[in-house]
């Protein structure tokens, strides 16, 4: 996707809070343009959820300001709070309410005017795939489609920001598919999406990517930006046992680090120069048979390990 090119409407500047002796976020500063989609990335712990939270204004910082569509996140919190849509992983439902009590609740809770309302439920319906299914209770419906209709409630008085905290955690490849369709609409009718996800083949999807570790902003770019700022070469080698060959090659002079990328094993190397024998040599020794070992481009996730080791590494617990 090609970045948004349009004025600031989120702004983050210095934003820090701390909670008793622990800092969850320490100095994050950047901007959100208008239409973007906007990807918060990072490891549990890193500061993502805070962060949405004071720009949302569920949270106030204890340091550093910042501005939602134009206005003060530590003076006008309410104001922001009805200028937004805001959709949580906990997808904010009442499961023993029907999906049309849902949608009339959260209609005169956003002061959807009651002169609309039968239009906005009647589209909030169609976008979930539950045009027919009105009176059926929310918490008998597949996670999928809760995950649609929340959405629909979060955007039923049309924000133009929407901020969304991990939105398709739990759920299945293909819904979670559908859902950024939903997005990629809401934003080519001028929506600001601002979202977190663990997913990197959602992380894709985003205009620009914002990683944030230990309370920290330790990257901000494009996914392809990002991708082509990983400098170790990288190996990627196929073998009978995988996780048998990570353990292996810990610790072989020249390897930064070994993970599992599905089947495969990936080989972060300070060269390449002379690391294919070392690493044939390595698993031939402890009996594992090799069966693929090429250089291979740098996946976002690969970006995203390498950001986050020189970083000091992820949260431990």
């Given amino acids: 996707m090609t970045p948004a090119q349009g004025t600031p409407t989120v702004v983050a500047d210095r934003l ?3 909670f008793g002796d622990f800092v ?12 973007e989609i906007f990807g918060f990335l990072g490891p549990n712990g890193a500061g993502k959820t ?7 204004g569920l949270l106030l910082p204890s340091a550093g300001n910042g501005s939602v569509a134009g206005l003060d996140i530590l003076t006008q919190s309410e104001a922001i709070k009805r200028r937004i849509g805001y959709m949580s992983q906990l997808f904010s439902l009442y499961a023993d309410l029907t999906v049309d009590e849902n949608i009339a609740f ?6 959807v005017p009651r002169a609309r309302r039968a239009e906005r439920r009647d589209w909030a319906l169609k976008m979930a ?4 299914q009105g009176k059926r209770l929310t918490g008998d419906l597949p996670l999928g489609f809760k995950q649609r209709l929340a959405l629909g409630c979060a955007v039923l008085h049309e924000p133009t920001i929407l901020f969304l905290d991990e939105p398709t955690s739990g759920v299945d490849p293909l819904s979670r598919r559908g859902f950024w369709d939903l997005i990629d609409a809401l934003t080519l009718q001028g929506t600001t999406v601002f979202v977190s996800t663990h997913y990197m083949e959602e992380a894709e999807y985003c205009h620009r990517l914002a990683l944030m570790n230990r309370g920290s902003l330790v990257a901000l770019d494009t996914p392809a930006r990002l991708r082509a700022g990983v400098k170790e070469p990288l190996l990627e080698l196929q073998t009978d046992d995988g996780p048998r060959a ?13 993970a599992m990328f599905g089947r495969a094993v990936h080989v ?7 690391a294919r024998e070392a690493i044939t040599a390595r698993l031939a020794e402890r009996g594992l048979a090799l069966q693929a070992l090429k250089p291979i481009a740098p996946s976002l996730e690969d970006a995203f390990v390498s950001i986050v080791r020189a970083a000091g590494g992820a949260p431990v617990g």
């Fill in 129 to 132: 795939g539950l045009a027919d």
């Fill in 16 to 18: 820090r809070r701390v």
């Fill in 106 to 111: 959260f209609a005169g809770l956003y002061s």
């Fill in 24 to 35: 969850a976020v320490n100095d994050v500063s950047f901007e959100v343009k208008e239409g």
């Fill in 268 to 274: 972060a190397l300070h060269e390449l120069a002379g």
């Fill in 246 to 258: 990570v353990e292996a090659l810990k610790g072989l002079p020249g390897v930064v680090e070994t």
């Fill in 50 to 56: 805070t962060t949405i939270k004071m720009l949302a």
